[in-house]
């Protein structure tokens, strides 16, 4: 069974530093996809970055880029330059089969500390 | 706004009576996913709908769960005879098919039950 797994609960970072977020996944699929999402307090869940996981170049979205880590089933994201914006909880996805049915990790909720 | 909508954002129940829950699709996409997200977890898939079809129910459906989409449109998630265990956050996403590559599940707002 698939399965994501976000082992920090909650992490804090100083305004404009970098923080890792940590994921480990476990699948027996070849074809799949990894997210990151992000949920701001009462507000939508959007998606901050995709990985194919066919693709060996790691995904950057702005500040944002991932360590993807087949072998290992590792896909930890970093955020650069942290801002107060960046605060929510955010959960590390897995997307598999036709029906692309999503299976999300427990989150991790960051803080931003001014 | 173009997004994800659902209806009502909260709703305040007492056990054992029925509600229902409605989202409303970006026009253009025909696959609609419920999830649902307890406190201090990430959101779990109930159920899919491609078009007017459900393709799938997730085992956390229980017989009191119900979700339709007539015409392809909107859906409605209904649940009966309401317990203080459905006490969560209904999470509906909608998406395109993907005939190449991945596409991206776009999520709403979500409707906050509580079961007292």
């Known amino acids: 069974a698939q399965t994501v797994t976000q082992s920090q609960p909650e992490m804090s970072v100083q305004e404009a530093e970098t923080v890792t977020l940590s994921c480990t996944y476990d699948?027996?699929?070849?074809?799949?996809?990894l997210f990151w999402y992000k949920q701001p307090p009462s507000r939508q869940m959007i998606l901050v970055i995709r990985?194919?996981?066919?693709?060996?170049q790691n995904a950057t979205e702005n500040r944002f880029s991932v360590n993807f880590q087949k072998a290992a089933k590792s896909f930890s994201l970093k955020i650069s330059d942290s801002q107060l914006g960046d605060a929510a909880m955010y959960f590390c996805a897995y997307l598999y089969g036709q029906d692309d049915k999503i299976i999300f990790g427990k989150g991790t909720r960051l803080h931003i500390l001014p | 706004d173009t997004g994800v909508s659902q209806d009502p954002r909260h709703k305040i129940t007492k056990r054992g009576q029925n509600v229902t829950f409605r989202c409303d699709p970006i026009?253009?996409?025909?696959?609609l996913y419920w999830y649902r997200q307890t406190l201090g977890q990430g959101p779990e898939f109930l159920t899919y709908?491609?078009?007017?079809?459900?393709?799938?129910k997730s085992r956390l459906l229980s017989d009191r769960f119900s979700a339709e989409r007539p015409k392809g449109s909107f859906s409605t998630l209904e649940i009966q005879r309401t317990e203080q265990g459905d006490s969560a956050m209904y999470l509906c996403?909608?998406?395109?098919?993907?005939?190449?590559?991945?596409?991206?599940?776009?999520f709403g707002p979500g409707t906050r039950l509580t079961v007292t």
């Open positions: 709908f491609q078009n007017e079809a459900q393709l799938e």
């Open positions: 996403a909608s998406s395109l098919p993907r005939d190449r590559g991945i596409s991206e599940q776009y």
């Open positions: 699948t027996s699929e070849s074809d799949y996809y």
């Open positions: 026009s253009e996409h025909n696959r």
């Open positions: 990985q194919e996981a066919y693709k060996q």
